[in-house]
């Protein structure tokens, strides 16, 4: 489940992407940055309202807003194919939970282990323990990963009794 410092985190991550990858141009073309004041206090409103639907508990919407975000941030000819270290990110964090791979219905061991923040050995153990899906083509199903990420976390902490 989501935490509050998960949201705060989401939300920063995606304003600095959204100057980064939006504003930032738009404030070169322009040759001015007090045209984009606006624009730029709506996209810190918006970044809250997607960090809440991508940590949400409706994963139809959630899945949408990872897609918008995912389209508008990282346009491309290609299909969306982020690096490992993307996955650690918290935007690549809540995709992961949300939508598994949102282009892949299957990764390798080594971004099956990005995305579940283990080593690609752990993947490997997970699978071989039923833990993980195997996909019938190599790797690992991206449902399988999201399934893992959306899992209740167990309480580890030993009980204390007293007598």
Do not use: C
Not at 64 to 80: N, Q, S, V, Y
Not at 131 to 158: C, F, M, W, Y
């Amino acid at each position: 489940m989501p935490t509050t410092d998960d949201h705060v985190e989401l939300v920063t991550e995606l304003v600095r992407v959204l100057e980064t990858r939006i504003l930032d141009p738009l404030e070169i073309l322009l040759a001015s940055g007090e045209l984009l004041d606006p624009i730029r206090a709506r996209l810190r409103v918006e970044a809250e309202v997607w960090a809440a639907q991508l940590l949400g508990t409706d994963r139809d919407r959630a899945t949408r807003a990872a897609a918008r975000l995912i389209a508008a941030l990282f346009p491309g000819d290609a299909p969306f194919d982020p690096t490992a270290a993307w996955w650690s990110t918290a935007l690549g964090r809540a995709v992961a939970r949300t939508a598994g791979h949102p282009t892949a219905p299957a990764v390798p061991y080594s971004t099956a282990g990005a995305m579940l923040g283990i080593t690609r050995q752990g993947v490997h153990d997970l699978v071989k323990r039923g833990k993980l899906g195997r996909h019938p083509g190599g790797g690992v199903t991206t449902s399988s990963i999201r399934d893992r990420l959306n899992r209740p976390q167990e309480n580890t902490r030993a009980t204390r009794h007293d007598h």
